[in-house]
């Protein structure tokens, strides 16, 4: 859409187009305006000539591929990158931001993917952290306790002051992040892919505060990509490629496949196809795993589990009921503490135990939850990350030596066929977006062409067109006649993937159904572990 | 997910740039810190820098300082890499000296020093090894904080050395704690080498151990960046859940890494005991475990950038003996506070000039 940049050349065209433009606040000037904003890092640029307006109290999505430029625009804006050309303006005036101490005392606020709080300490001292009122902490304590249950009423966000931040779940711990934003006065809250880690309850309840929020006059930007959200929460959509944002929208008046399709530049199939399963011998088999952890709370409680190869098992469950853990035991990284377990053959109990390096050799795989703690090591270049767990074996060591050329060779060919953007082996981990992140991981296991394949959150922070493309090789793989194990929060994705659906609760496994019989509901009610 | 830095600095200015700013930093307070004792700066920098490589003999003691802190600064990187602080570097190259004249000890009266010399820098290396692979393994399996146990040993070492050496080691008859000089064993000392070759040099402490050193640092990083163990070590130095999740037992590599290191600092024994005292002394180490901290530090723990912090550290070394000696109001504490500094600015304020170089290399660029 290049009237975008001709608006940022044109004032008067601009003034104009905003006398007609719905503002919930009219007359008043938009609460965020950037104009122009170019960020490049080395040779890629993540933000060209970005332009775009977010009236005040209202909720923004911004949505767009991996890698578009999403969080790098929402970094700049929150001062923890500067822009090597543009303007921002909050409230109608020119700002420079040169740390996020600039943007907080601007009123804008950001909560990050990755949470910044300190386990051991308690909401409220997480609230205060850096914000303490003065050397006595008991005063500055006693005014945010004061502060926070005002807080709490007005925008309905309760958490109880006093628990440790430690032995909150997700989605409350992502609250305390919102109020600590909110503590420090801000009126414009930056929500970089909030739902990513929440289950569908806490994603429920996250979008009812931000629309409490929005009643009082907050302005929410917020970035996701399950459009779902977009349509339910969004007042406008912004949607950003490859750098540029190429079309703005009023929520009403588009849809879920219109968006897609501006986002990707092609139609997408928002449903997955497959054949009819075909299951084969059982190629992994848990008899009453139990694990109990240090403190001696039962983590995992007899659990018994069996994959086919050629079938896709999914493991539907609210996160923390003992899919982390199942998925460290099968693969390798954790020891029962009880029970046994057979892959292809190979028995594994507590005298007989086993690590991930000779999973490996068994032909299993494993795409771990949290990509970015266990998936890969941030400062490796993405050559060095692409043979993660694989670095002895030929060629990527040949005669005892790594061999750098083999590395960066099979490193660009899998981000050719998994489309990891940009394709480029020298570059930093850490340095990709997000999804481009979890794509490398996927490949990089999927490449091995494994027998027995653990994937947990497959598509977390991945956009639709990935997606897609994901579902599509991990039915290739079942096809092919893998095993294939699912771990996600998303209802929709275990219900198009799985051929068969077990249910965690509590560290066992409470029911277990063909995906031909389930549907969200029944599905919702066994996770509430209603009818048990 | 933005995490990361604000801005950084490009690789060059990162690696070359910013450590000369730093050292030309420390060297403007040391001006300052010389000229209230009254002490004209510039001719105490002139000393310093013809005191280190005025001569073929100054160049010679600096190059021989420079091998000790090579060393010890390799053996402080490599455990850094795998996310270990080594502190011990003292304790294991005073044992390793001791494993050095132990072995030359043993086997000189019936051996030649071509044969015995190769043996007592395998012992070095061996002795250093064992003597970081205790705490090492405290740590991998009983979780014993690895700083803490790396420091005790060191001193466990020293008091094991006064021990040896006064029980046990001394020479029959002798009043220092002391053993008999070795017979015939020796490290090559490079004048007389370079004079086999026709090139004459003066007379200095500096011997073979320095092409010991260089060797050491080509194969610290053919080993880090160019074996899949390297790869496995810093995978766990910067990820240990990811260390895990990719099937390397973390023990075993704690294990690996330490020795490593313990053997690297080793090799000062080598330096010291082999090419110098030529017999077992006490006290050989004189702090170079310690200021390997801050060379690796100074070096980005990179093998190139410590044997470049090296050099500086065995010129400052050398050009401060040299300073105290002409100049009676420098004292040796005064160099050692030179030293401090140096480190000071390299190492704990390393990033103090980073934003002002960030800003002038952004304006540079506009510009
Ligand atoms: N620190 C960095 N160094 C180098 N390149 C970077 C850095 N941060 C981002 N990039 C690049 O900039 C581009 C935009 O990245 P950004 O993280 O903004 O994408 P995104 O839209 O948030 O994607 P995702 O949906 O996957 O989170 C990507 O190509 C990425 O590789
Ligand atoms: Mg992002």
């Given at each position: 859409?290049?009237?975008?940049?001709?608006?940022?050349?044109?004032?008067?065209?601009?003034?104009?187009?905003?006398?007609?433009?719905?503002?919930?606040?009219?007359?008043?000037?938009?609460?965020?305006?950037?104009?122009?904003?170019?960020?490049?890092?080395?040779?890629?640029?993540?933000?060209?000539?970005?332009?775009?307006?977010?009236?005040?109290?209202?909720?923004?999505?911004?949505?767009?591929?991996?890698?578009?430029?999403?969080?790098?625009?929402?970094?700049?804006?929150?001062?923890?990158?500067?822009?090597?050309?543009?303007?921002?303006?909050?409230?109608?005036?020119?700002?420079?931001?040169?740390?996020?101490?600039?943007?907080?005392?601007?009123?804008?606020?950001?909560?990050?993917?990755?949470?910044?709080?300190?386990?051991?300490?308690?909401?409220?001292?997480?609230?205060?952290?850096?914000?303490?009122?003065?050397?006595?902490?008991?005063?500055?304590?006693?005014?945010?306790?004061?502060?926070?249950?005002?807080?709490?009423?007005?925008?309905?966000?309760?958490?109880?002051?006093?628990?440790?931040?430690?032995?909150?779940?997700?989605?409350?711990?992502?609250?305390?992040?919102?109020?600590?934003?909110?503590?420090?006065?801000?009126?414009?809250?930056?929500?970089?892919?909030?739902?990513?880690?929440?289950?569908?309850?806490?994603?429920?309840?996250?979008?009812?505060?931000?629309?409490?929020?929005?009643?009082?006059?907050?302005?929410?930007?917020?970035?996701?990509?399950?459009?779902?959200?977009?349509?339910?929460?969004?007042?406008?959509?912004?949607?950003?490629?490859?750098?540029?944002?190429?079309?703005?929208?009023?929520?009403?008046?588009?849809?879920?496949?219109?968006?897609?399709?501006?986002?990707?530049?092609?139609?997408?199939?928002?449903?997955?196809?497959?054949?009819?399963?075909?299951?084969?011998?059982?190629?992994?088999?848990?008899?009453?795993?139990?694990?109990?952890?240090?403190?001696?709370?039962?983590?995992?409680?007899?659990?018994?589990?069996?994959?086919?190869?050629?079938?896709?098992?999914?493991?539907?469950?609210?996160?923390?009921?003992?899919?982390?853990?199942?998925?460290?035991?099968?693969?390798?990284?954790?020891?029962?503490?009880?029970?046994?377990?057979?892959?292809?053959?190979?028995?594994?109990?507590?005298?007989?135990?086993?690590?991930?390096?000779?999973?490996?050799?068994?032909?299993?795989?494993?795409?771990?939850?949290?990509?970015?703690?266990?998936?890969?090591?941030?400062?490796?270049?993405?050559?060095?990350?692409?043979?993660?767990?694989?670095?002895?074996?030929?060629?990527?060591?040949?005669?005892?030596?790594?061999?750098?050329?083999?590395?960066?060779?099979?490193?660009?060919?899998?981000?050719?066929?998994?489309?990891?953007?940009?394709?480029?082996?020298?570059?930093?981990?850490?340095?990709?977006?997000?999804?481009?992140?979890?794509?490398?991981?996927?490949?990089?296991?999927?490449?091995?062409?494994?027998?027995?394949?653990?994937?947990?959150?497959?598509?977390?922070?991945?956009?639709?067109?990935?997606?897609?493309?994901?579902?599509?090789?991990?039915?290739?793989?079942?096809?092919?006649?893998?095993?294939?194990?699912?771990?996600?929060?998303?209802?929709?994705?275990?219900?198009?993937?799985?051929?068969?659906?077990?249910?965690?609760?509590?560290?066992?496994?409470?029911?277990?159904?063909?995906?031909?019989?389930?549907?969200?509901?029944?599905?919702?009610?066994?996770?509430?572990?209603?009818?048990? | 997910?933005?995490?990361?830095?604000?801005?950084?600095?490009?690789?060059?200015?990162?690696?070359?740039?910013?450590?000369?700013?730093?050292?030309?930093?420390?060297?403007?307070?040391?001006?300052?810190?010389?000229?209230?004792?009254?002490?004209?700066?510039?001719?105490?920098?002139?000393?310093?820098?013809?005191?280190?490589?005025?001569?073929?003999?100054?160049?010679?003691?600096?190059?021989?300082?420079?091998?000790?802190?090579?060393f010890t600064?390799l053996a402080v990187a490599v455990a850094f890499h795998a996310g270990l602080f080594n502190i011990g570097g003292e304790g294991q190259a005073y044992i390793g000296g001791l494993g050095?004249?132990?072995?030359?000890?043993?086997?000189?009266?019936?051996?030649?020093?071509?044969?015995?010399?190769?043996?007592?820098?395998?012992a070095a290396a061996a002795f250093g090894a064992a003597w970081a692979a205790v705490p090492a393994w405290l740590q991998a399996h009983?979780?014993s904080h690895i700083v803490i146990t790396t420091i005790m040993f060191n001193f466990v070492a020293?008091?094991l050395?006064?021990?040896?050496?006064?029980?046990?080691?001394?020479?029959?008859?002798?009043?220092?704690?002391?053993?008999?000089?070795?017979?015939?064993?020796?490290?090559?000392?490079?004048?007389?080498?370079?004079?086999?070759?026709?090139?004459?040099?003066?007379?200095?402490?500096?011997?073979?151990?320095?092409?010991?050193?260089?060797?050491?640092?080509?194969?610290v990083?053919?080993?880090?960046?160019?074996?899949?163990?390297?790869?496995?070590l810093?995978?766990?130095?910067?990820?240990?859940?990811?260390?895990?999740?990719?099937?390397?037992?973390?023990k075993k590599l704690t294990m690996i890494a330490m020795c490593l290191s313990g053997a690297l600092a080793g090799f000062v024994g080598?330096?010291?005991?082999?090419?110098?005292?030529?017999?077992?002394?006490?006290?050989?180490t004189?702090?170079?475990g310690f200021?390997g901290i801050?060379?690796s530090?100074?070096?980005?723990?990179?093998?190139?950038?410590?044997?470049?912090?090296?050099?500086?550290?065995?010129?400052?070394?050398?050009?401060?003996?040299?300073?105290?000696?002409?100049?009676?109001?420098?004292?040796?504490?005064?160099?050692?506070?030179?030293?401090?500094?140096?480190?000071?600015?390299?190492?704990?304020?390393?990033?103090?000039?980073?934003?002002?170089?960030?800003?002038?290399?952004?304006?540079?660029?506009?510009?």
């Amino acid at each position: 859409m290049g009237n975008r940049h001709h608006a940022a050349a044109h004032p008067s065209r601009r003034a104009l187009r905003a006398l007609f433009r719905v503002r919930p606040e009219s007359g008043a000037a938009p609460a965020i305006e950037l104009r122009g904003i170019d960020k490049s890092f080395g040779t890629v640029r993540a933000n060209r000539g970005v332009s775009l307006s977010v009236a005040k109290g209202s909720i923004t999505g911004i949505v767009g591929e991996n890698g578009a430029g999403k969080s790098t625009l929402m970094s700049i804006l929150y001062g923890l990158y500067e822009a090597d050309a543009g303007e921002i303006l909050v409230d109608g005036q020119a700002v420079r931001m040169r740390g996020p101490a600039d943007a907080i005392a601007r009123g804008i606020g950001m909560v990050h993917q990755h949470f910044m709080l300190v386990a051991p300490f308690t909401v409220l001292e997480n609230l205060v952290l850096g914000a303490e009122g003065g050397a006595v902490l008991r005063r500055g304590l006693a005014a945010a306790r004061a502060e926070l249950a005002r807080l709490a009423s007005e925008y309905g966000l309760s958490v109880d002051p006093d628990a440790v931040v430690g032995d909150l779940s997700v989605g409350e711990q992502q609250r305390v992040e919102i109020l600590k934003v909110l503590f420090r006065g801000a009126r414009v809250l930056i929500l970089d892919e909030p739902s990513a880690v929440l289950t569908p309850q806490e994603t429920d309840q996250l979008f009812r505060i931000l629309a409490t929020l929005k009643e009082r006059g907050v302005t929410v930007l917020l970035i996701t990509h399950k459009l779902r959200e977009i349509m339910a929460a969004t007042d406008t959509v912004f949607v950003m490629r490859q750098g540029e944002v190429v079309a703005e929208r009023r929520t009403a008046d588009t849809n879920p496949e219109e968006l897609a399709e501006l986002m990707v530049g092609r139609k997408v199939r928002l449903t997955l196809e497959k054949d009819a399963v075909a299951t084969g011998d059982v190629l992994l088999k848990a008899e009453k795993l139990d694990l109990t952890d240090s403190r001696g709370v039962k983590l995992l409680d007899g659990v018994d589990l069996e994959l086919r190869a050629g079938e896709i098992v999914g493991i539907a469950g609210v996160s923390g009921n003992g899919q982390t853990e199942l998925l460290q035991i099968l693969s390798g990284i954790r020891r029962p503490t009880g029970g046994r377990l057979q892959v292809r053959g190979r028995v594994i109990d507590t005298s007989h135990p086993t690590d991930p390096a000779e999973m490996r050799t068994l032909g299993l795989c494993h795409v771990p939850e949290d990509r970015q703690r266990q998936g890969m090591v941030a400062p490796f270049r993405a050559a060095e990350t692409s043979i993660l767990g694989y670095h002895k074996l030929k060629p990527f060591t040949r005669r005892g030596l790594l061999d750098h050329v083999a590395t960066t060779a099979h490193c660009g060919l899998l981000m050719e066929r998994f489309d990891v953007r940009p394709p480029i082996p020298a570059l930093r981990s850490s340095s990709f977006s997000g999804g481009n992140q979890q794509k490398l991981v996927l490949a990089r296991e999927m490449d091995r062409t494994p027998r027995i394949l653990l994937v947990g959150q497959p598509t977390r922070g991945v956009d639709i067109g990935a997606i897609e493309f994901i579902h599509r090789q991990l039915v290739a793989a079942r096809d092919a006649g893998c095993a294939v194990l699912v771990v996600s929060v998303e209802l929709d994705e275990i219900l198009s993937l799985s051929d068969r659906i077990v249910v965690m609760f509590g560290g066992r496994i409470v029911g277990e159904l063909p995906a031909a019989k389930a549907d969200e509901r029944t599905l919702g009610l066994m996770m509430a572990n209603a009818h048990a | 997910m933005s995490a990361a830095p604000r801005r950084a600095l490009p690789p060059w200015a990162e690696i070359g740039l910013l450590p000369l700013v730093n050292v030309a930093l420390a060297l403007i307070t040391v001006g300052i810190i010389v000229m209230a004792i009254g002490v004209d700066p510039l001719r105490a920098l002139n000393l310093l820098v013809v005191g280190a490589l005025g001569s073929s003999e100054a160049i010679g003691y600096t190059l021989y300082y420079a091998t000790n802190f090579a060393f010890t600064g390799l053996a402080v990187a490599v455990a850094f890499h795998a996310g270990l602080f080594n502190i011990g570097g003292e304790g294991q190259a005073y044992i390793g000296g001791l494993g050095a004249g132990l072995c030359v000890l043993a086997l000189d009266r019936f051996l030649p020093g071509v044969i015995v010399v190769p043996l007592a820098i395998l012992a070095a290396a061996a002795f250093g090894a064992a003597w970081a692979a205790v705490p090492a393994w405290l740590q991998a399996h009983r979780g014993s904080h690895i700083v803490i146990t790396t420091i005790m040993f060191n001193f466990v070492a020293a008091a094991l050395m006064v021990y040896l050496m006064v029980n046990v080691l001394i020479a029959p008859g002798s009043m220092t704690p002391q053993s008999r000089g070795f017979e015939g064993t020796r490290m090559p000392a490079m004048h007389e080498v370079l004079a086999a070759l026709g090139i004459t040099v003066a007379q200095s402490a500096l011997n073979l151990s320095i092409l010991l050193a260089i060797v050491c640092c080509v194969g610290v990083w053919a080993f880090l960046w160019h074996t899949p163990w390297g790869y496995a070590l810093r995978t766990m130095g910067h990820n240990p859940d990811a260390a895990t999740y990719a099937g390397n037992d973390l023990k075993k590599l704690t294990m690996i890494a330490m020795c490593l290191s313990g053997a690297l600092a080793g090799f000062v024994g080598v330096n010291e005991i082999l090419g110098v005292h030529q017999r077992l002394v006490l006290d050989f180490t004189a702090g170079y475990g310690f200021a390997g901290i801050a060379v690796s530090l100074m070096g980005r723990n990179h093998p190139l950038g410590i044997a470049l912090a090296a050099l500086l550290f065995g010129a400052l070394q050398q050009g401060g003996a040299e300073l105290a000696f002409e100049i009676p109001a420098m004292t040796r504490e005064m160099v050692v506070v030179i030293q401090g500094l140096v480190i000071l600015f390299s190492g704990a304020l390393a990033n103090l000039p980073r934003p002002w170089l960030q800003a002038l290399l952004a304006r540079v660029r506009r510009a």
